[in-house]
C-alpha cells in the first residue's frame, strides 16, 4: 500500500503560497510543513499518473491493480517482464479473442515461446432442423508450444487458458515440448 515516503520534498510547499506575513512566523512555516509530508506523496503520484497506467512503467506493486482493471490474472512464478507484457496485450488480445491468431498472440505472451495452432476449422449448415452437421464428428484444436524449459510452463494453467479461449464445443490438446 502506498503512503507517507520519508523525506520526499513537495514541489510546491505551501509555506510559499502564504501571504508574507505568514512566511516569516516560524510557527507557520512548521505548521504547514507537516501538510507537505503528507501531501508530497500524494502530488507526486498524480504527477506521474500516467506513468501508473502505462503497464511497461508502473511500479510493480502497481501492476496487479491494473492488471486487474483488463481482467488478467497472474500466476505467481511469472517475472515482471512477462506481466508487463501480459497487461500491455490484453487490450489486443481481447479484441483477436476467439481467433486462432487471438490465441496464439495470448499463449506466446503467457509462456515467451513459440506457438503452433492446428485447428481443424470449418463452418456447416444443413436446409433441416436437427440434422447432423457434414464432415468431422467434432472440431478438433491442438496447441503446441516450444520453450526452453517446458517444466517451467505450469500446463495446468495453459489448458485453463486455451479451455478459456476457444468455443465450448471445440475438443483441444495441449503439449509443451522443448525447443
Same mark, same amino acid.
Given at each position: 500500500?502506498?503512503?507517507?515516503?520519508?523525506?520526499?520534498?513537495?514541489?510546491?510547499?505551501?509555506?510559499?503560497?502564504?501571504?508574507?506575513?505568514?512566511?516569516?512566523?516560524?510557527?507557520?512555516?512548521?505548521?504547514?510543513?507537516?501538510?507537505?509530508?503528507?501531501?508530497?506523496?500524494?502530488?507526486?503520484?498524480?504527477?506521474?499518473?500516467?506513468?501508473?497506467?502505462?503497464?511497461?512503467?508502473?511500479?510493480?506493486?502497481?501492476?496487479?491493480? *491494473? #492488471?486487474?482493471? /483488463?481482467? &488478467?490474472?497472474?500466476?505467481?512464478?511469472? $517475472?515482471?517482464?512477462?506481466?508487463? @507484457?501480459? +497487461? !500491455?496485450?490484453?487490450?489486443?488480445?481481447?479484441?483477436?479473442?476467439?481467433?486462432?491468431?487471438?490465441?496464439?498472440?495470448?499463449?506466446?505472451?503467457?509462456?515467451?515461446?513459440?506457438?503452433?495452432?492446428?485447428?481443424?476449422?470449418?463452418?456447416?449448415?444443413?436446409?433441416?432442423?436437427?440434422?447432423?452437421?457434414?464432415?468431422?464428428?467434432?472440431?478438433? *484444436? #491442438?496447441?503446441? /508450444?516450444? &520453450?526452453?524449459?517446458?517444466?517451467?510452463? $505450469?500446463?495446468?494453467?495453459?489448458? @485453463?487458458? +486455451? !479451455?478459456?479461449?476457444?468455443?465450448?464445443?471445440?475438443?483441444?490438446?495441449?503439449?509443451?515440448?522443448?525447443?
Amino acid at each position: 500500500m502506498r503512503g507517507t515516503v520519508p523525506g520526499l520534498p513537495t514541489a510546491t510547499p505551501l509555506i510559499e503560497l502564504l501571504p508574507a506575513v505568514y512566511q516569516e512566523d516560524p510557527f507557520a512555516d512548521r505548521f504547514v510543513a507537516g501538510f507537505d509530508d503528507v501531501l508530497a506523496p500524494v502530488l507526486s503520484t498524480m504527477d506521474c499518473l500516467v506513468d501508473y497506467l502505462d503497464p511497461r512503467l508502473a511500479p510493480e506493486d502497481f501492476l496487479d491493480w *491494473l #492488471a486487474s482493471w /483488463v481482467g &488478467v490474472a497472474f500466476d505467481e512464478g511469472w $517475472p515482471v517482464e512477462r506481466r508487463r @507484457a501480459v +497487461v !500491455a496485450g490484453a487490450v489486443e488480445v481481447y479484441r483477436l479473442r476467439g481467433t486462432v491468431s487471438g490465441l496464439r498472440r495470448h499463449l506466446a505472451m503467457l509462456t515467451g515461446g513459440r506457438v503452433e495452432i492446428t485447428d481443424s476449422g470449418g463452418v456447416s449448415w444443413s436446409a433441416r432442423p436437427d440434422a447432423p452437421p457434414p464432415g468431422e464428428d467434432s472440431p478438433r *484444436l #491442438a496447441v503446441r /508450444v516450444t &520453450v526452453p524449459e517446458p517444466a517451467a510452463v $505450469p500446463a495446468g494453467a495453459l489448458d @485453463a487458458a +486455451v !479451455a478459456a479461449a476457444k468455443p465450448a464445443h471445440v475438443v483441444h490438446r495441449v503439449e509443451v515440448c522443448a525447443g
